[in-house]
Every structure is written in C-alpha cells, then in structure tokens.
C-alpha cells in the first residue's frame, strides 16, 4: 500500500513540479524536481520492502537485481539535480555550464549500465541485444543528424554511447520478455526503458535542435518520469507469483 502512496505522491509533485517548470528553471525548480525523483527512489525501496514482506525472502539473485535497480534510480536523481543546476545556473550567467550536461548525461549513463546488468543477470541475456541496440543507435542519429539537421558538436561522441545504452536497456528489457513471456514486472520495465528512450529523444530537439517549447519540456519530464516510476514498481512484482 505503502508503495502506491509514494506512487501517487511522486505524480502530484511532477504535477507541481510542471507547473513551475519553464526554460529558465530556478532553485524552486530545482527543489521540487530533486523531490519528485527521491519519490521514485523511495517507491523503489517500499516495493523491494514489500516484496519481502509477500514473498517471505529474497534470493541472492532478487536481492542483487533489486539492488542494482535502485541504485539505477540514484544515479537518475542524480542526473535530474545536475541538469536542472545546468538551467539554473545558465540564467545566472555562470560559465561551464556544459560540465553540468557532461555529469548528468554521465550519471544516466551509469543508471542505464547498472538496468542493463540487472535485467541481464536477473532475466537472462542471449546476446542479441547488443546487435539490435548498435542497428537502433545508428538508425536513429541517422534520423538525427541528416533528416532532422541536429548538431551534436563536442557533445557528438557522449550522445553516440548514450544513445547506444538507451537502446541496449529497451533491447534488453525485451528480450527480458521473449525470455519470461513477459511477466508483470518485466512489462514494467519495457514500458519504462521504451519511455526512458522516448523522453531522451524529445530532450534531444531541446539540447540540440534548439527547441525549448513549454510543450516539449513538459512531454520530456512526463515521459521520463512515468519511465522512472514504472521501473521502480517492477521491485514489487519481480518474483511474486499473482
């Protein structure tokens, strides 16, 4: 119960955290993204807690997967302080602000490492998925460079890596599927890993294409943050027999 309280919780502050939110940012800003995602760390804990309480014990393999998922989710929040410090401190007119991109897309990318190996050790990995992922990686920066005229710059190499652990995860989590006939936790994460890639791609036309729409903004958060809770849910459900 505990877990969908943080769950609805975790909505109502993205929806305030939206109401507020704009290209300019701003500490208040800050403060009530910062509080939206320890709401998806804590949603992961309750369910990993309350797995426990239902199953009567966690495996080393549960445990493992669980903990790497969390974890996973603390390098979101994170990634979510660091970049929204980027905006803040870009109004302020602080330099550097391109190491604040660098360490958040750093911290994603670990969070996405630490998915893939969770999902990899929990539900198994044929290999396959590191062929889809390169073939979805190049297919899309294809889109993004030649149709959509983007210009990644000095940002070119991290976003190529980056994509390339997006599409791993949601090839990963798919696999998970064909593995398990998809079970309720692993529909969870695909969901959650297809979202994750979806909210990126429209953060993609706000960093690099120049557009920094209110509409756009308030797709990407959405996006990302329905990602984020969906993936901490998959601990309350991840070897739970329904």
């Not at 360490?103 to 990318?109: I, P």
């Not at 893939?116 to 929990?122: H, K, M, R, S, T």
């Not at 979806?198 to 993609?204: E, F, G, I, T």
Request: with cysteine; glycine share 8%; aromatic share 14%.
């Amino acid at each position: 119960m505990l877990t969908y309280i943080l769950l609805v919780l975790g909505l109502l502050a993205l929806t305030v955290f939206l109401l507020f939110r704009n290209k300019e940012g701003g500490i208040l800003v800050a403060a009530l993204k910062t509080l939206t995602s320890l709401l998806f760390v804590a949603t992961a804990v309750s369910a990993a807690i309350n797995n426990y309480v239902v199953s009567g014990s966690l495996s080393v393999e549960k445990l493992t997967f669980m903990g790497l998922v969390i974890l996973g989710l603390v390098c979101g929040l994170i990634g979510d302080l660091t970049l929204d410090l980027k905006v803040t401190y870009k109004t302020l007119n602080i330099r550097h602000s391109d190491l604040y991109t660098y360490f958040g897309m750093a911290a994603f990318a670990v969070g996405h490492v630490l998915y893939v190996i969770a999902c990899a050790l929990y539900f198994g990995f044929t290999g396959w998925e590191v062929l889809i992922a390169a073939a979805a990686t190049a297919l899309i920066l294809v889109v993004a460079i030649f149709l959509m005229k983007m210009t990644f710059g000095k940002f070119l190499i991290p976003t190529v890596v980056y994509t390339f652990l997006l599409t791993l995860f949601v090839a990963t989590t798919v696999g998970a599927g064909v593995l398990t006939a998809f079970t309720v936790p692993v529909i969870l994460l695909v969901c959650g890993s297809v979202l994750f890639l979806a909210s990126d791609l429209v953060l993609s036309m706000t960093y690099f294409d120049g557009n920094e729409s209110r509409v756009l903004i308030v797709v990407n958060h959405v996006l990302y943050y329905f990602a984020q809770f969906l993936i901490a849910l998959s601990l309350y459900y991840v070897g739970v027999t329904l």
